[in-house]
């Protein structure tokens, strides 16, 4: 008897996840998001009938950023659920992130999506880190340029709609309220001085 409630309890189970894995499939041909509703988990569908081929496209990632104005020398477009509503519950959005010659993209997470990339122009030094600690990079690059002299773009293909975007410093340094300093430099092997003066550096600008 134990034995069949057991194969019994599984089966349930099993049944249980394949049917919340199938809930999370688009019932419908389309949710073209409407903005101006209350975001729960995502935004809800517009009125089918008030659908229009706008809510599908973007000009956005068209043409570069200026980067001019921009402490890294890195400008990101975001193509996500926010700027083309069609793109609610489908999984998906592209971002366009333009780098002047010698620019940065801070170090940074996406909470919500994994990315891959695709280069348009220059060269660029890409690479992430692992749990274990191990930096796994590449110079990539179109053409044979020099990425300290030229300019480069690429676009960023994400497996979500809005996939977030957290960089490291900010979110440590610049936190609100703020991390407490002899945490961070515990954590740093730093002292509080240099934390301070570090966040300093992420404080916004009076």
Known sequence: MAISMTHLF?????????TA???????QDLCVADLKGS??????????????????????????ADTSNTSMGSA?????????PGLNMMGTSMSRIDYAPGGLNPPHLHPRASEAIFVLEG????????????????????????????????????????????????SLFGANPPIPDDLLAKAFSLGTNDIQNIKGKFQPKK
């Open 39 to 64: 975001k729960v988990n995502g935004y809800p569908c517009k009125d089918p009938s008030q659908v229009t081929p706008e809510d599908f496209y973007y000009m956005g990632l068209a043409n570069a």
């Open 123 to 170: 060269s660029l030094f890409v690479g992430f880190l692992t749990t274990s600690g191990k930096l796994i990079s590449k110079h990539v690059n179109k053409g044979d340029q020099n990425p300290n002299k030229t300019p480069a773009s690429v676009i960023a293909a994400f497996d979500s709609q809005n996939p977030g975007t957290q960089s490291v410093g900010p």
């Open 21 to 27: 894995l199938a809930e999370t499939n688009m019932l």
């Open 10 to 18: 599984v089966t349930i189970m099993l049944l249980a996840a394949h």
């Open 76 to 84: 990101v477009t975001a193509g996500n659920v926010e700027k083309i």
